[in-house]
């Protein structure tokens, strides 16, 4: 098998002509008829642990949701932990991928898995382009739920240390709205669908006075609301893991969230 094998299964799902201009999605380290005898690393970034993991598990191919690179390097003297992992990948023959803001606009990828895990229904795209793909969900819950209780649904199921959130001034709550990830710029669309909570990361203070009363915006952490990559690349390649002998997916167990939280 070869890491093209891999590559063209996920953009099969993701096609890299979907991600924004600023991105860097696709093969970034390594070459695309390099043989993988193998398995595949499953995490959020890239960092000395997991790289430290790739290699304990026989691994030559570590696939992400976010770049390690977005832009041009000038120097590879591991000044950085940019530089001093990418230099590991390729000293040990590791190709690294990523599948960014890709697997944000296509159907049925990070807001949508975000919602599913939920339990929202009747999900559409919240900000969608001709062809369905786009940013963010909108969708339903099966019955309103009081808002507390789903904020604690909110912290069992990302696992969240705090939540972020502008004033409750919704008792209850049955219409969500959801962007992985950064979203503060959609909160007018979240507003426009008619939510009653926007669930999304890396809120700005100012933000928070958006939506003035028509709903509640949740701040859920960037971590915490892209986690799930790690479970949908996975569902995406494990057909492939199924056909092909002597290869292995693994989900990162040494991926983390690099910001901390002091209670």
Same mark, same amino acid.
């Given at each position: 098998?070869?890491?093209?094998?891999?590559?063209?299964?996920?953009?099969?799902?993701?096609?890299?002509?979907?991600?924004?201009?600023?991105?860097?999605?696709?093969?970034?380290?390594? $070459?695309?008829?390099?043989? !993988?005898?193998?398995?595949? !690393?499953?995490?959020?970034?890239?960092?000395?642990?997991?790289?430290?993991?790739?290699?304990?598990?026989?691994?030559?191919?570590?696939?992400?949701?976010?770049?390690?690179?977005?832009?041009?390097?000038?120097?590879?003297?591991?000044?950085?932990?940019?530089?001093?992992?990418?230099?590991?990948?390729?000293?040990?023959?590791?190709? &690294?991928?990523?599948?960014?803001?890709? !697997?944000?606009?296509?159907?049925?990828?990070?807001?949508? $898995?975000?919602?599913?895990?939920?339990?929202?229904?009747?999900?559409?795209?919240?900000?969608?382009?001709?062809?369905?793909?786009?940013?963010?969900?909108?969708?339903? &819950?099966?019955?309103?739920?009081?808002?507390?209780?789903?904020?604690?649904?909110?912290?069992?199921? &990302?696992?969240?240390?705090?939540?972020?959130?502008?004033?409750?001034?919704?008792?209850?709550?049955?219409?969500?709205?959801?962007?992985?990830?950064?979203?503060?710029?959609?909160?007018?669309?979240?507003?426009?669908?008619?939510?009653?909570?926007?669930?999304?990361?890396?809120?700005?203070?100012?933000?928070?006075?958006?939506?003035?009363? $028509?709903?509640?915006?949740?701040?859920?952490?960037?971590?915490?609301?892209?986690?799930?990559?790690?479970?949908?690349?996975?569902?995406? !390649?494990?057909?492939?893991?199924?056909?092909?002998?002597?290869?292995?997916?693994?989900?990162?167990?040494?991926?983390?969230?690099?910001?901390?939280?002091?209670?």
């Amino acid at each position: 098998m070869k890491v093209r094998d891999i590559t063209e299964c996920i953009e099969a799902f993701a096609p890299l002509s979907l991600q924004e201009s600023y991105d860097n999605a696709g093969l970034i380290v390594g $070459r695309y008829d390099d043989e !993988l005898t193998g398995g595949v !690393l499953l995490a959020v970034d890239v960092t000395d642990e997991v790289i430290d993991e790739a290699l304990e598990l026989g691994c030559q191919m570590i696939v992400t949701h976010h770049p390690i690179l977005f832009g041009g390097m000038k120097r590879f003297n591991s000044a950085s932990v940019v530089e001093r992992c990418v230099e590991r990948a390729i000293k040990h023959d590791i190709a &690294l991928y990523a599948c960014h803001t890709n !697997l944000d606009a296509t159907v049925g990828g990070m807001s949508w $898995r975000l919602g599913k895990m939920l339990g929202v229904e009747d999900m559409q795209t919240l900000e969608a382009a001709a062809d369905g793909t786009g940013f963010g969900v909108v969708g339903q &819950l099966a019955e309103p739920m009081n808002i507390e209780a789903f904020f604690a649904l909110l912290r069992t199921t &990302l696992g969240c240390k705090a939540i972020r959130h502008s004033k409750v001034v919704k008792a209850d709550v049955q219409r969500i709205a959801i962007c992985t990830g950064a979203g503060g710029s959609m909160i007018d669309k979240a507003a426009a669908s008619g939510c009653d909570v926007y669930v999304t990361a890396d809120v700005k203070y100012n933000q928070y006075y958006l939506p003035d009363g $028509r709903f509640v915006l949740c701040d859920v952490g960037h971590y915490e609301s892209e986690y799930c990559a790690i479970d949908l690349l996975f569902d995406i !390649l494990a057909e492939m893991s199924k056909k092909i002998t002597n290869f292995a997916l693994h989900k990162s167990a040494k991926t983390e969230n690099p910001m901390y939280y002091s209670l």
